[in-house]
């Protein structure tokens, strides 16, 4: 069964630090390309930082500086370090995982909700 969950939201205060986790199983995760997205209340759902199954990253301006993506392809999980936190960066957090060779295989996760609240 393919599942991808998401871990490690919660409250945060401004300047904090939080580390969200998508562990993935029932498919072969090293070839997936994975993205984190976010969706604040009332905003449209945004890719934040993105990691390709050869480890290339990409964030959104935003979070460049702030948020760190990395993968281990062996305990199939991707985790997001997110730093300096700022009210803006409250939302869901929703993990997605797309074949690298085909959108047919395209996986999401139910999500995880950070606040970042002082």
């Known amino acids: 069964q393919v599942q991808l969950v998401e871990s490690g939201g919660g409250l945060a205060q401004p300047g904090g630090y939080l580390t969200l986790t998508c562990a993935a199983s029932g498919f072969t995760f090293s070839v997936y390309d994975v993205k984190w997205y976010r969706q604040a209340p009332g905003k449209e759902r945004e890719m934040v930082a993105a990691?390709?199954?050869?480890?290339?990253?990409n964030y959104v301006d935003s979070v460049k500086g702030r948020f760190t993506i990395s993968r281990d392809n062996t305990a199939k999980r991707v985790t997001l370090h997110m730093n300096n936190l700022k009210s803006e960066d409250t939302g869901a957090y929703y993990c997605?995982?797309?074949?690298?060779?085909?959108?047919?295989?395209?996986?999401w996760g139910r999500g995880t909700q950070v606040t970042v609240s002082s």
């Open positions: 990691i390709t199954s050869t480890g290339d990253v």
């Open positions: 997605n995982a797309r074949h690298s060779h085909t959108t047919v295989f395209d996986y």
